[in-house]
C-alpha cells in the first residue's frame, strides 16, 4: 500500500513539474505575424566574410569559398535507459533553444553491462539549416559563448581534418532561452559545425569570420547589425 501511494505521489509531482514547464514555455509574440527579416549573420557572411576569405585564399570563383552547411546539436543521456522521461525536459529545451522540433536518437547495439537494449532512446539531436541555423549561430557567439565560466577561447585542436568542427559545452546553462526554474537536470551537449570545404585552414579561416572567438585571438570579430 505505501509501494502504490508513494508512486502516486511522485506520478502527481511529475505531471506539476510537466505542467509547469509547458505553461512558462515562450509564447506567441507580437510581431509572429509579421514577415521574418533575414538573419543579420547571414547578409555579414556574404557582404564581408566572403570578399575576405577570396582574397585570403587567392580564389577566383565564388563557389570555392566555403559557406556554412549546418550545424547539429546532440546530447547523450545515459540515464535514459532508467529513467525515460528524463529525455522530455531535454526534447523541450533543445526547442526553446534552436526553435525547431528534436529527434530521440535510438541505440545503435545492445550493451549488456550497461543494461541498453538495441532501439533504446538515448539521446537527442537537431540538426539546423538555412535562416535558423544563421539565428542560432549569431545568439550562440553574442550571448551563449560570453556567459560560459572561465571562458578563454574555442580550442583549434577540434577539427576532424575534413573541414568540419566540433566543440562540446558543459551546460545548458548559458542559452539565456532555457528557465532556470525550470532546469531539472543539467547536462552538456556536442555542437557540431559542417562546412562546404575539406580543409580544415580554410573552416578555421570562415568560423573565425563568422565570429567563433578561437583561443588565440586578440579580440573577438564583432558583427555590424
Same mark, same amino acid.
Given at each position: 500500500?505505501?509501494?502504490?501511494?508513494?508512486?502516486?505521489?511522485?506520478?502527481?509531482?511529475?505531471?506539476?513539474?510537466?505542467?509547469?514547464?509547458?505553461?512558462?514555455? @515562450?509564447?506567441? /509574440? $507580437?510581431?509572429?505575424? #509579421?514577415? %521574418?527579416? +533575414? @538573419?543579420?549573420? /547571414? $547578409?555579414?557572411?556574404? #557582404?564581408? %566574410?566572403? +570578399?575576405?576569405?577570396?582574397?585570403?585564399?587567392?580564389? #577566383?570563383?565564388?563557389?570555392?569559398?566555403?559557406?556554412?552547411?549546418?550545424?547539429?546539436?546532440?546530447?547523450?543521456?545515459?540515464?535514459?535507459?532508467?529513467?525515460?522521461?528524463?529525455?522530455?525536459?531535454?526534447?523541450?529545451?533543445?526547442?526553446?533553444?534552436?526553435?525547431?522540433?528534436?529527434?530521440?536518437?535510438?541505440?545503435?547495439?545492445?550493451?549488456?553491462?550497461?543494461?541498453?537494449?538495441?532501439?533504446?532512446?538515448?539521446?537527442?539531436?537537431?540538426?539546423?539549416?538555412?535562416?535558423?541555423?544563421?539565428?542560432?549561430?549569431?545568439?550562440?557567439?553574442?550571448?551563449?559563448?560570453?556567459?560560459?565560466?572561465?571562458?578563454?577561447?574555442?580550442?583549434?585542436?577540434?577539427?576532424?581534418?575534413?573541414?568540419n568542427y566540433s566543440l562540446g559545452?558543459?551546460?545548458?546553462?548559458?542559452?539565456?532561452?532555457?528557465?532556470?526554474?525550470?532546469?531539472?537536470?543539467?547536462?552538456?551537449?556536442?555542437?557540431?559545425?559542417?562546412?562546404?570545404?575539406?580543409?580544415?585552414?580554410?573552416?578555421?579561416?570562415?568560423?573565425?569570420?563568422?565570429?567563433?572567438?578561437?583561443?588565440?585571438?586578440?579580440?573577438?570579430?564583432?558583427?555590424?547589425?
Amino acid at each position: 500500500m505505501a509501494t502504490t501511494k508513494a508512486q502516486g505521489t511522485q506520478k502527481k509531482s511529475g505531471g506539476q513539474s510537466g505542467e509547469k514547464r509547458a505553461s512558462m514555455l @515562450p509564447k506567441e /509574440h $507580437a510581431g509572429a505575424e #509579421k514577415p %521574418v527579416p +533575414p @538573419p543579420r549573420l /547571414h $547578409a555579414h557572411y556574404n #557582404k564581408t %566574410v566572403r +570578399p575576405r576569405l577570396m582574397q585570403q585564399f587567392s580564389l #577566383k570563383n565564388t563557389h570555392q569559398v566555403p559557406n556554412l552547411t549546418k550545424i547539429t546539436l546532440n546530447v547523450g543521456m545515459g540515464e535514459a535507459i532508467k529513467q525515460p522521461k528524463v529525455l522530455d525536459a531535454i526534447v523541450d529545451e533543445l526547442a526553446t533553444i534552436t526553435g525547431q522540433k528534436p529527434l530521440r536518437t535510438k541505440a545503435k547495439k545492445s550493451i549488456a553491462n550497461y543494461g541498453q537494449r538495441e532501439g533504446q532512446e538515448i539521446g537527442v539531436s537537431v540538426t539546423l539549416r538555412g535562416a535558423r541555423m544563421w539565428e542560432f549561430l549569431d545568439r550562440f557567439v553574442s550571448t551563449a559563448i560570453p556567459r560560459i565560466r572561465d571562458f578563454r577561447g574555442l580550442s583549434t585542436r577540434s577539427f576532424d581534418g575534413r573541414g568540419n568542427y566540433s566543440l562540446g559545452v558543459k551546460e545548458q546553462m548559458i542559452f539565456p532561452e532555457i528557465n532556470y526554474d525550470l532546469v531539472e537536470q543539467i547536462h552538456g551537449m556536442d555542437i557540431t559545425f559542417v562546412t562546404t570545404t575539406n580543409r580544415d585552414d580554410m573552416a578555421f579561416a570562415l568560423l573565425r569570420e563568422l565570429g567563433l572567438p578561437f583561443r588565440g585571438d586578440d579580440k573577438p570579430i564583432v558583427v555590424q547589425g
